[in-house]
């Protein structure tokens, strides 16, 4: 007989331990073992107030916020709904089952406010990767960059013209970034943005490989190639002048805070600029294994730089008959470099070299004599070019995809395809967020769960 489960009243008190209901392989425990947020409230002390109503936890916000990021919750007021319901959620936010669940809008507040102010976002990733580090997941041997686009909060048909001036009234948080930004430098090689979002401003209107068009944001990662352990992350418009030049300040920043500077870095050939090579060999003594940017090689059948011979003793290079080109041809009294704008030296054939030559026609045939542009950051990038079809070389690009595979992690299961924050600094901390709960993910399943980080609690 079918029995029914509607007789009597319903137990008023319930004893159980919220420690015991958690299953020890969650992956909550092996993330809660490895987060250590005791110097959070130091940190951000000079910014809240000694006087006046308790703030709510910092360190539970942002647990809360890791939930959220690990878990691809990417809407705070549905966040705040999952916490109040899920008994693993409240464990790792050290709630009870009597203790209130802050308000979405608190996020809001202290996202811009304090959090932002005092770079704790940074301050949480930076102490994550330190403890990486600590377990020995991070060999320092060699790093991995790349860039991935990801979508802005912004309208495609809302653009602002150049000869626009009006912003409108709104005096959003997005728009004032973007216009007290205006004055910075745009990185070599990159141009002004020609369509500007009304709402987004800062992010870039780009392309996806399936052609269709939309505003949006880079995120860079730097990477070391060991266990896949993200070491920096930098926002940049999605363009990818401001994505090379992000390198640099990453590996910069990676050196500064934890003194580690890898052997070698693993790059696309969007990496493979003179200027970056230079850099690295030159100034860092890093080894780039990553594909030149390279437009040496002849077009339709012509004779290209890699055809003539490169002679350095003699600072000259000789055409396929032997004929020098040089840097100057006529003595001068003052010593001049030749180095152009563009960081090129040029090397000229004589004209009666070049003017009675059988092979001219395939050489240089709208010009009177021979013309060469050389990199002041050739050797560096001839450098690159010898470790091509190395065994090293190989492997490097076999690791360059723990890069993609994070990216790929990234948009399927964190849900991190499209932004919900605006402005250069809300993209930034998504970014953030999102690499601090991969590298926590990462431990977790690496290292696994342990003991568990607190003493069981009885709840009554």
Request: aromatic share 8%; proline share 5%; charged share 30%.
């Amino acid at each position: 007989m079918m029995g029914s489960n509607d007789d009597g009243q319903a137990q008023f008190f319930y004893a159980f331990e919220l420690e015991a209901l958690i299953p020890q392989d969650h992956l909550l425990r092996g993330i809660d073992r490895f987060l250590d947020l005791t110097e959070l409230r130091t940190h951000l002390a000079p910014f809240y107030s000694h006087t006046g109503r308790p703030s709510i936890d910092p360190e539970l916000m942002i647990r809360m916020l890791i939930i959220g990021y690990c878990f691809g919750i990417r809407s705070e007021r549905r966040l705040c709904e999952e916490v109040q319901l899920n008994l693993a959620y409240r464990w790792f936010c050290r709630l009870s089952i009597e203790d209130e669940v802050p308000d979405h809008s608190t996020f809001s507040k202290n996202r811009h406010g304090r959090f932002r102010d005092a770079n704790t976002l940074r301050f949480v990733f930076e102490q994550v990767l330190q403890r990486c580090i600590d377990e020995g997941l991070v060999g320092g041997e060699g790093f991995a960059i790349d860039a991935s686009i990801i979508k802005a909060d912004a309208s495609r048909r809302r653009h602002h013209d150049d000869d626009d001036d009006d912003w409108g009234s709104g005096g959003s948080r997005a728009v004032a970034e973007y216009l007290n930004s205006l004055d910075r430098s745009i990185p070599e090689g990159g141009k002004p943005a020609k369509r500007v979002s009304q709402t987004d401003p800062a992010s870039r209107w780009t392309a996806a490989r399936s052609g269709a068009t939309f505003y949006a944001y880079s995120t860079n990662y730097l990477v070391d190639t060991d266990a896949g352990i993200i070491m920096d992350v930098e926002a940049t418009p999605a363009n990818r002048s401001f994505e090379v030049a992000s390198t640099r300040t990453m590996i910069e920043r990676v050196k500064e805070r934890f003194a580690i500077q890898p052997k070698k870095l693993i790059g696309d050939t969007a990496y493979g600029s003179a200027k970056l090579l230079g850099w690295l060999v030159e100034e860092q003594d890093i080894t780039p294994h990553v594909p030149v940017w390279d437009k040496s090689a002849g077009k339709a059948g012509l004779y290209g730089r890699a055809d003539f011979t490169w002679e350095a003793e003699a600072d000259r290079y000789l055409c396929p008959r032997g004929k020098p080109l040089l840097r100057n041809r006529r003595k001068l009294k003052k010593w001049r470099t030749g180095i152009t704008k563009a960081n090129t030296i040029i090397y000229r054939a004589s004209q009666s070299d070049c003017g009675h030559c059988p092979l001219k026609m395939q050489c240089c045939p709208a010009e009177p004599a021979r013309k060469i542009h050389r990199s002041v950051h050739e050797a560096a990038r001839d450098l690159v070019r010898g470790l091509a079809n190395t065994k090293a070389y190989a492997q490097s690009r076999r690791d360059r995809k723990k890069v993609e595979m994070l990216f790929a992690h990234m948009k399927r299961i964190l849900k991190m395809d499209q932004l919900r924050l605006r402005g250069l600094t809300g993209a930034g901390d998504e970014f953030l967020m999102t690499a601090t709960a991969q590298n926590l993910r990462r431990m977790a399943q690496w290292l696994g769960p342990g003991p568990p980080a607190l003493p069981a609690v009885a709840m009554t």
